[in-house]
């Protein structure tokens, strides 16, 4: 079956650094796009970066843009986001997410709290 297991969050200064990961499974990994989604309280959630299934593109919600780099390794089947200079509004549940076209449907990680808090 499909899976997607993030890891990485945690608590962390304003200024500070996460990297998360996210292990994926059950699908042809290198065949896929993946994105990074987050979801704050009360919010809708929010595409924060995407990357195309060999690497060679990447795109970045304007809010996270510089500080924010999404990239993969499919030898390992895993996407990682590494975030710089976090600042309290990145505090959200963070999802590992991809759109397997030949099931027709989304597939979702369990989510991994980031807080930037001091």
């Known amino acids: 079956q499909v899976q997607l297991v993030e890891s990485g969050g945690g608590l962390v200064q304003p200024g500070g650094s996460l990297r998360l990961s996210c292990a994926a499974s059950g699908f042809t990994f290198s065949s896929h796009s993946m994105n990074w989604y987050r979801q704050a309280p009360g919010k809708e959630r929010e595409l924060v970066a995407t990357?195309?299934?060999?690497?060679?593109?990447?795109n970045y919600a304007a809010s996270v843009k510089g500080r924010f780099t999404i990239s993969r390794d499919n030898a390992k089947n895993t996407v990682w986001l590494q975030m710089n200079s976090l600042n309290p509004k990145d505090t959200a549940v963070y999802y590992c997410?991809?759109?397997?076209?030949?099931?027709?449907?989304?597939?979702w990680g369990q989510g991994t709290q980031v807080t930037v808090s001091s």
């Open positions: 997410n991809t759109w397997i076209y030949i099931l027709s449907r989304n597939y």
């Open positions: 990357i195309s299934s060999s690497g060679s593109s990447t």
